[in-house]
């Protein structure tokens, strides 16, 4: 991991001309014409003529629970979320669930697929309590700055059905975390206006953002939904918003999801989804209409809830287009769009780009363009996180 000062000889977009990427302080500093080689500082990095792309944002991640670098791990419980709670909570602490190590692991596979911005939804509960958030933040600051992360203090076994869960919360946002999650408010807890009201008053004190796991369908999640909107506007908490999966908005009748989405839309709320195979993924024309951004996260890699994931937000997005049926080039592009510089707000950035002035994170592919480079998910060739090198397929 070095800072490198210039990333020669790439394309962006659609364009076949190559350009140079000067990087200064973590930024974008200046792009440019390729410059002939002999001008090159020793420092510098060749891009080969390839495709170079804002690096992925993955803005629905745990990276506190993984047994990636592990030995395999049978799937044992039972099924549905309780039960997975369930298992997890038996097993978590023999495979060192939560600590650095595991946390490790998990970064370096997303380095390694390109991403250098997440927004990761970390346990804290009775047994837990704080402990993941501490050691999440310090395997990201082994990075030095290469990585961003945002953290969701995560309710995972719920709020209310155990008894210090929501003073736990407030805790964690008052250490520091972005945003404090919440989980199934009808469906685990079976109360969802005692669960809103503690996350969102929470909110509406510490100024932090929410971020809850929907996991109740049709008219159950809708109806969570109503709760929510209702409540966030009464409370003002304008933007600050975030349903993870929401699977109920995507099964509801059209007349029934253009109210629901175009009140969120006045209210500033987003979605994140993990595109899930077996479900209805998220409309995206219809989301774009109503002004509700959503972004791609890859969720659990290889944890006690399954033993699939690699890391790659990339695969997320095209697990999206394909079961979307997406093929024109417009949205394949807004689908490239959604998974790097659109996600930007999920991780509190202004901008992630290929800009003057964006972080100077950089992913390079082989590829034709954006839309080739979703369709056929290429290896990455080099991966850049605020200026630095922290992956090249040629070491």
């Given at each position: 991991?070095?800072?490198?000062?210039?990333?020669?000889?790439?394309?962006?977009?659609?364009?076949?001309?190559?350009?140079?990427?000067?990087?200064?302080?973590?930024?974008?500093?200046?792009?440019?014409?390729?410059?002939?080689?002999?001008?090159?500082?020793?420092?510098?990095?060749?891009?080969?003529?390839?495709?170079?792309?804002?690096?992925?944002?993955?803005?629905?991640?745990?990276?506190?629970?993984?047994?990636?670098?592990?030995?395999?791990?049978?799937?044992?419980?039972?099924?549905?979320?309780?039960?997975?709670?369930?298992?997890?909570?038996?097993?978590?602490?023999?495979?060192?669930?939560?600590?650095?190590?595991?946390?490790?692991?998990?970064?370096?596979?997303?380095?390694?697929?390109?991403?250098?911005?997440?927004?990761?939804?970390?346990?804290?509960?009775?047994?837990?309590?704080?402990?993941?958030?501490?050691?999440?933040?310090?395997?990201?600051?082994?990075?030095?700055?290469?990585?961003?992360?945002?953290?969701?203090?995560?309710?995972?076994?719920?709020?209310?059905?155990?008894?210090?869960?929501?003073?736990?919360?407030?805790?964690?946002?008052?250490?520091?975390?972005?945003?404090?999650?919440?989980?199934?408010?009808?469906?685990?807890?079976?109360?969802?206006?005692?669960?809103?009201?503690?996350?969102?008053?929470?909110?509406?004190?510490?100024?932090?953002?929410?971020?809850?796991?929907?996991?109740?369908?049709?008219?159950?999640?809708?109806?969570?939904?109503?709760?929510?909107?209702?409540?966030?506007?009464?409370?003002?908490?304008?933007?600050?918003?975030?349903?993870?999966?929401?699977?109920?908005?995507?099964?509801?009748?059209?007349a029934r999801r253009r109210d629901l989405l175009q009140a969120m839309g006045a209210?500033?709320?987003?979605?994140?989804?993990?595109?899930?195979?077996?479900?209805?993924?998220?409309?995206?024309?219809?989301?774009?209409?109503?002004?509700?951004?959503?972004?791609?996260?890859?969720?659990?890699?290889?944890?006690?809830?399954?033993?699939?994931?690699?890391?790659?937000?990339?695969?997320i997005a095209w697990q999206y287009a394909r079961a979307s049926s997406i093929v024109?080039?417009?949205?394949?592009?807004?689908?490239?769009?959604?998974?790097?510089?659109?996600?930007?707000?999920?991780?509190?950035?202004?901008?992630?780009?290929?800009?003057?002035?964006?972080?100077?994170?950089?992913?390079?592919?082989?590829?034709?363009?954006?839309?080739?480079?979703?369709?056929?998910?290429?290896?990455?060739?080099?991966?850049?996180?605020?200026?630095?090198?922290?992956?090249?397929?040629?070491?």
């Amino acid at each position: 991991m070095r800072h490198i000062p210039a990333l020669r000889g790439v394309r962006l977009g659609e364009a076949t001309t190559l350009v140079d990427l000067l990087f200064d302080g973590g930024l974008i500093t200046a792009i440019e014409s390729a410059a002939p080689r002999e001008a090159w500082g020793a420092a510098d990095v060749d891009g080969r003529g390839l495709l170079a792309m804002p690096t992925f944002i993955n803005a629905h991640a745990h990276v506190d629970k993984s047994w990636l670098g592990l030995p395999w791990q049978s799937y044992g419980g039972e099924g549905g979320t309780d039960g997975r709670i369930r298992h997890e909570r038996a097993r978590r602490d023999e495979l060192g669930i939560p600590s650095v190590e595991r946390t490790r692991e998990v970064l370096r596979a997303f380095v390694e697929h390109g991403t250098t911005a997440m927004r990761t939804h970390v346990d804290v509960d009775l047994g837990v309590g704080l402990r993941g958030i501490e050691a999440v933040r310090e395997a990201v600051a082994e990075w030095e700055g290469a990585l961003h992360a945002e953290i969701v203090a995560f309710p995972q076994d719920g709020v209310l059905r155990r008894d210090g869960v929501a003073a736990l919360l407030g805790k964690a946002i008052e250490a520091g975390a972005e945003h404090v999650g919440g989980l199934d408010p009808a469906g685990i807890d079976r109360d969802p206006v005692g669960q809103l009201d503690i996350l969102l008053g929470i909110s509406a004190e510490h100024g932090c953002g929410v971020d809850i796991h929907l996991h109740d369908g049709a008219e159950l999640g809708a109806f969570q939904m109503e709760l929510i909107i209702d409540r966030a506007e009464k409370l003002g908490l304008h933007g600050k918003v975030n349903f993870a999966h929401g699977f109920a908005i995507a099964q509801v009748a059209a007349a029934r999801r253009r109210d629901l989405l175009q009140a969120m839309g006045a209210l500033g709320m987003t979605f994140t989804t993990v595109a899930p195979l077996r479900m209805e993924q998220l409309q995206l024309h219809e989301f774009d209409v109503a002004g509700v951004p959503f972004a791609f996260g890859t969720d659990g890699i290889r944890d006690l809830w399954a033993p699939y994931g690699t890391g790659d937000t990339l695969g997320i997005a095209w697990q999206y287009a394909r079961a979307s049926s997406i093929v024109r080039d417009e949205d394949l592009q807004r689908v490239a769009d959604i998974a790097t510089r659109s996600a930007a707000r999920f991780v509190g950035r202004e901008v992630h780009d290929l800009v003057v002035g964006a972080p100077a994170d950089v992913v390079v592919l082989d590829a034709e363009h954006e839309m080739d480079a979703l369709v056929r998910v290429p290896r990455r060739e080099l991966v850049i996180g605020a200026g630095r090198l922290l992956f090249s397929a040629y070491a």
